[in-house]
């Protein structure tokens, strides 16, 4: 039984880490692509309801708590690492790899540029919001749609849910 499951659970690990690194690439491309060709500060077009505004953000999520860059790549850091020890509990099948996938990579895009350029390209602006990247919109996304679709599977053998404990 141990050998059937393992490709069910190879097929996961592949599906969470292949959409790791799609939104890890589209988030350093689209990064890319701004510092490119758009001016630091500037936003194009200069106004609307949806507009690209190229900003460096040296704070954790949303620009908050600049001085708290350690602790947020520590959170990252250990947000991957539950991920990949316990991400096939969050359901079978390959949506639930999805989206843990896109929180995966979100973190670890952000984390890398944080450690390597000491600030992270936010350029997606929304006016009434903070403006985020590609990064933060798989984190939130990922998340928001894993609370209201998902349910951690207890672990085989394990004593989760039984009324006597």
Same mark, same amino acid.
């Given at each position: =039984?141990?050998?059937?499951?393992?490709? *069910?659970?190879?097929?996961?690990?592949?599906?969470?880490?292949?959409? #790791?690194?799609?939104?890890?690439?589209?988030?350093?491309? +689209?990064? /890319?692509?701004?510092?490119? $060709?758009? #001016?630091?500060?500037?936003?194009?077009? +200069? +106004?609307?309801?949806?507009?690209?505004?190229?900003?460096? $953000?040296?704070? #954790?999520?949303?620009?908050?708590?600049?001085?708290?860059?350690?602790?947020?790549?520590?959170?990252?850091?250990?947000?991957?690492?539950?991920?990949?020890?316990a991400g096939?509990?969050? *359901?079978?099948?390959?949506?639930?790899?999805?989206?843990?996938? =896109?929180?995966?990579?979100?973190?670890?895009? $952000?984390?890398?540029?944080?450690?390597?350029?000491?600030?992270?390209?936010?350029?997606?602006?929304?006016?009434? /919001?903070?403006?985020? $990247?590609?990064?933060? =919109?798989?984190?939130?996304?990922?998340?928001?749609v894993g609370?209201?679709?998902?349910?951690?599977?207890?672990?085989?053998?394990?004593?989760?849910?039984?009324? +006597?404990?």
């Amino acid at each position: =039984m141990a050998e059937a499951a393992l490709p *069910g659970r190879r097929r996961q690990l592949v599906t969470l880490l292949g959409t #790791a690194a799609l939104i890890f690439v589209l988030d350093h491309v +689209s990064k /890319w692509l701004v510092t490119q $060709n758009i #001016a630091l500060g500037d936003q194009v077009p +200069s +106004s609307g309801p949806v507009t690209i505004h190229h900003i460096e $953000n040296r704070g #954790a999520a949303f620009g908050l708590f600049p001085q708290a860059q350690f602790i947020f790549l520590a959170v990252a850091l250990a947000v991957a690492a539950y991920i990949l020890i316990a991400g096939r509990r969050f *359901g079978p099948g390959l949506f639930p790899q999805v989206l843990l996938g =896109m929180v995966l990579g979100g973190a670890l895009a $952000n984390a890398v540029d944080r450690v390597v350029q000491g600030y992270v390209v936010d350029f997606i602006d929304l006016q009434r /919001w903070p403006v985020f $990247n590609v990064a933060d =919109m798989a984190i939130v996304l990922g998340i928001l749609v894993g609370v209201l679709t998902l349910r951690v599977v207890p672990a085989p053998g394990s004593r989760e849910g039984d009324p +006597s404990t």
